[in-house]
């Protein structure tokens, strides 16, 4: 065994600034395409919800626009304020909203779902009313991202009673429908409107005021402090008006790559039917979802793969959509995969890659691991310590103490990652590194200590809300579609 310490991944921002933090390098250099002419520029922003939630949101982006203090902490690179945006001297904002582009769901509209009995029922009766008005969003104003507030009176009709929990957890051992997800069927319904949304809670606006939220059978978790909150909401609402707002650090001698991620999920009431589902990613972070055939299960312990022909059609098809929308293919390809690859996967992986002249390809199957370090003092092993077990197996902690952070940003004793390099030509450790850059591209969060790469995350999120399509929706191809 060898154990390693690599170094925290920079990220590329505007005029060529780097850090390895997200939000300084914003605050520092500003997103990487500012100025250019692909930016944001007058983007509209509509907001659904109640007149209540509708007018929270309005004033809590106010609030942002003005910036937000920092939390009380000694730990200033952990809790930074929000500088603003749209101003001289703070970040770039091209967006704009007013009351036309605002949609009001009616309180007798919300207390008839909820004499509703049946949870899912309820959920879907919520998703049609935001997406009623969506559409005539989406016909009348085509706004560029849809907000929709979610308001107190809602969210707490979609939560789930005992009576109704103890019937979906017989559902689902009798392998019959479980509870439907307010947040992906609405993602997957905006799609037929081929509208971008942003879903926002109360808890993000500051219409809740309990400042402690808890799931069933959980633990309290403490909300995110309000600048935190609006650095994670600004970086969202960039990436979906089609910004870049960082990148991977790429130098010039090095290979353009496609990252790819697959995973696997389950089809609304048919569990035992799965499906791959594929994001691509180059350096600025640019997602393409591809769908991909049925999968099967390995007789002995029932890990889901595609059968040789699949798995062609699949990386075939990925890099005909990658040349498509670069007008190039990729000098490498790297493939991160959510269960250990068989044979005939394998294969027919391999002779996709073949087939489009790639010259380097690294496949790597990506598991949390239960393999865990100690480390001397009170706080957990620093995020990047790498395990080598074998030439093949590795461990790494994507979480752990951070030393920009000066602390163990987290509540619970850090979980690893496991890599098992089936199929590579760089080096553990460079893949490694690769890993780790890749867990800072979700543009969800700018606290940059993810767990996942974002390939894994974004094949799992994606599988989420492609399972509420049917056969002949349509489903869009970028990933602001999905996050």
């Known amino acids: 065994m060898e154990i390693d310490l690599l170094l925290e991944p920079e990220l590329e921002f505007f005029g060529g600034g780097r850090h ?172 037929q409107a081929r509208q971008p949304t942003q879903l926002i809670l109360p808890d993000t606006y500051g219409a809740k005021k309990n400042q402690q939220k808890a799931g069933k059978g959980k633990d309290k978790e403490q909300i995110q402090d309000e600048a935190t909150r609006a650095w994670n909401f600004y970086t969202a609402l960039y990436y979906k008006s089609i910004g870049t707002p960082w990148r991977l650090v790429r130098n010039s001698h090095d290979l353009t790559t496609c990252y790819m991620g697959i995973g696997f999920y389950k089809s609304l009431g048919k569990s035992n039917l799965h499906t791959s589902a594929v994001q691509i990613f180059n350096e600025r972070g640019d997602g393409y979802i591809l769908k991909g055939g049925t999968a099967k299960l390995t007789k002995n312990d029932k890990r889901p793969y595609l059968e040789e022909d699949d798995a062609f059609r699949l990386i075939n098809n990925s890099l005909t959509a990658y040349s498509s929308e670069h007008k190039t293919l990729p000098a490498r390809i790297v493939i991160h995969k959510t269960s250990k690859f068989v044979p005939e996967e394998l294969s027919g992986f391999k002779a996709a890659i073949r087939q489009h002249n790639i010259s380097t390809s690294d496949l790597l199957s990506l598991n949390r691991s239960y393999t865990r370090l100690f480390r001397y003092g009170k706080y957990p092993p620093l995020r990047g310590t790498f395990l080598s077990l074998d030439e093949k197996n590795h461990i790494l902690y994507t979480r752990g103490s951070v030393d920009f952070f000066s602390t163990y940003p987290g509540i619970y004793p850090p979980r690893t990652l496991q890599l098992y390099c089936e199929s590579t030509e760089q080096t553990p450790r460079f893949l490694a590194n690769e890993i780790l850059a890749l867990t800072k591209m979700n543009w969800n969060n700018t606290q940059f200590d993810r767990f996942d790469p974002i390939t894994v995350r974004a094949a799992r999120r994606v599988g989420d809300i492609l399972k509420y399509l049917g056969d002949n929706d349509h489903y869009e191809a970028y990933y602001r579609y999905y996050m």
């Open 20 to 191: 390895v933090d997200i939000r300084t390098g914003l605050r520092w250099n500003k997103p990487f395409d500012f100025g250019s002419a692909t930016a944001p520029k007058n983007i509209k922003l509509a907001i659904i919800g109640t007149t209540r939630s509708v007018e929270g949101v309005s004033l809590w982006l106010e609030r942002c626009r003005l910036g937000i203090a920092a939390k009380a902490s000694n730990q200033y690179n952990l809790f930074p304020d929000f500088p603003g945006f749209d101003q001289e001297e703070s970040l770039p904002s091209f967006w704009v909203t007013d009351s036309s582009l605002q949609r009001i769901i009616s309180q007798n509209d919300i207390d008839e779902i909820g004499k509703e009995l049946d949870l899912n029922t309820r959920i879907v009766r919520a998703v049609d009313l935001f997406f009623a008005e969506l559409q005539y969003l989406a016909q009348k104003s085509a706004p560029g991202i849809v907000i929709c507030a979610i308001p107190e009176c809602l969210l707490s009709l979609l939560e789930i009673t005992d009576e109704e929990e103890r019937n979906l957890a017989e559902a689902e051992s009798s392998e019959e429908e479980s509870k439907f997800d307010f947040r992906d069927l609405l993602k997957a319904k905006a799609m």
